[in-house]
């Protein structure tokens, strides 16, 4: 139950937009969204991890629970038709996986970064410090700070850029 509350908890809110983008209307993209946690519980002992990723498993859950949806909608209102939704599904599952390849290489680049990158990247970005926090907690003045922020940004830019033409993911 622990493994399946830190999934769901983890990607949540990326099935609430996967969801969204194949039933525009917010009110029917919660109660979808419901109804795919619902699922997705009743069925998690069937989830093979070494199969595929929870995100990957949850998202065709969460598919056919907008086929239902827009089955029994169907007859109430205008919806989609289904080449529109199996289209939206396969572009956002594409984007899904750049954006997971593509986060993947900057975890991979910001444990490349020395300490005090790191360090500027995590007050600033992690923690939310602004610029001027930041400074003062690194002890220097907010133009090297700043101009720290922008070369390791640059820095971080480049090695996913590289990262990402080595896997051919780009």
Not at 4 to 32: C, G, M, R, S
Not at 68 to 96: H, I, M, P, Q, W
Request: with cysteine; hydrophobic share 45%.
């Amino acid at each position: 139950m622990r493994q399946f509350i830190a999934l769901l908890t983890k990607h949540e809110q990326h099935l609430k937009h996967y969801i969204l983008t194949l039933v525009p209307n917010l009110a029917d993209a919660e109660q979808i969204s419901q109804e795919t946690s619902l699922r997705l519980w009743e069925q998690f002992n069937e989830y093979d991890p070494s199969a595929a990723g929870f995100v990957v498993w949850a998202r065709s859950i969460a598919y056919f629970q907008v086929l239902t949806f827009r089955k029994k909608a169907g007859r109430e209102r205008v919806v989609f038709n289904s080449e529109l939704v199996d289209a939206l599904a396969d572009r956002v599952a594409v984007r899904s996986q750049r954006l997971a390849d593509r986060q993947e290489a900057l975890i991979d680049c910001l444990n490349k970064l020395p300490e005090h990158g790191r360090e500027i990247i995590h007050l600033y970005y992690f923690v939310g410090m602004k610029l001027r926090a930041a400074a003062e907690q690194l002890d220097r003045s907010i133009a090297a700070t700043e101009k720290a922020v922008a070369r390791i940004r640059r820095i971080l830019k480049d090695c996913v850029e590289d990262v990402l033409q080595k896997e051919g993911a780009q």
